[in-house]
């Protein structure tokens, strides 16, 4: 098994850019997750996704950030425009999901840098 | 609502010496799960051990062990002879165990040293 995959592992871009990081859950697994990990805030849940569906974006900072998940195997956050502050490393997540209290499989995040 | 305080920001210790980290939980939740991460400086998130809110047994697991005591909200995480390889940011995690919903909570992390 190949893991949670994100790409692009480092991204820098400008302000006011738009910024999509890309995410391939393990398969079979029915819950994906976003995470965003700041040295002040620590990790906070942004989204996460049950069979495709956007269960609770409470997390997700204002409206310049936005998730899709169109199939099982592929979610996409975007952030439109991008600011200084975005600056973080972003994670997805994914787990099998069932009564809960699941473990999380994580991938390696994306380092994103915005100038 | 959820939250989860690991006081200690960082911790450096010499190789050799045991080091306990502490992880103090808030839940109305009678059932829940808690979770322990480790990101070493690779920066991924590396599972280590998960406790429902029924088990209160201590776990060990070689030098690692785990003391869960529900009676001060406590899930404690003990590296006994640490050494340089330890050294990362540990997380402590609580998750809610209702049906669909899979949100963890994740403190702030310590951040361990082991120095040679």
Redesign the interface.
């Known amino acids: 098994d190949a893991g949670v995959i994100q790409s692009p592992r480092h991204e820098v871009t400008e302000m006011g850019q738009e910024v999509t990081l890309r995410c391939k859950p393990i398969s079979g697994h029915d819950?994906l997750?976003w995470y965003r990990q700041t040295m002040m805030r620590?990790?906070e849940?942004l989204i996460?996704f049950?069979n495709n569906v956007p269960?609770?974006d409470s997390g997700m900072p204002e409206d310049r950030f936005s998730a899709k998940m169109p199939n099982a195997s592929f979610s996409t956050l975007k952030i439109q425009p991008s600011e200084p502050r975005d600056s973080a490393?972003y994670?997805c997540?994914s787990?099998p999901?069932?009564?809960?209290?699941?473990?999380?499989?994580?991938?390696?995040?994306t380092?994103l840098s915005v100038l | 609502a959820q939250k989860v305080t690991q006081a200690q920001t960082e911790i450096s210790v010499v190789e050799k010496e045991d080091v306990t980290l502490d992880c103090v939980y808030e839940t109305r939740d009678t059932t829940y799960y808690l979770f322990w991460y480790k990101q070493p400086p690779s920066g991924e998130l590396v599972f280590l051990i998960r406790r429902n809110s029924f088990d209160e047994q201590n776990e060990i697991s070689g030098r690692y062990s785990w003391n869960f005591q529900k009676s001060t909200s406590s899930f404690n995480f003990t590296i006994t002879a640490s050494q340089v390889v330890d050294s990362a940011v540990y997380f402590c995690a609580l998750s809610e165990a209702i049906q669909g919903a899979q949100k963890l909570v994740f403190g702030q992390g310590t951040r361990l040293t082991i120095n040679p």
């Open positions: 819950y997750f620590g990790l849940l996460y049950n269960i609770d490393v994670f997540a787990t999901g069932g009564r809960g209290g699941e473990k999380l499989f994580f991938g390696s995040g380092q």
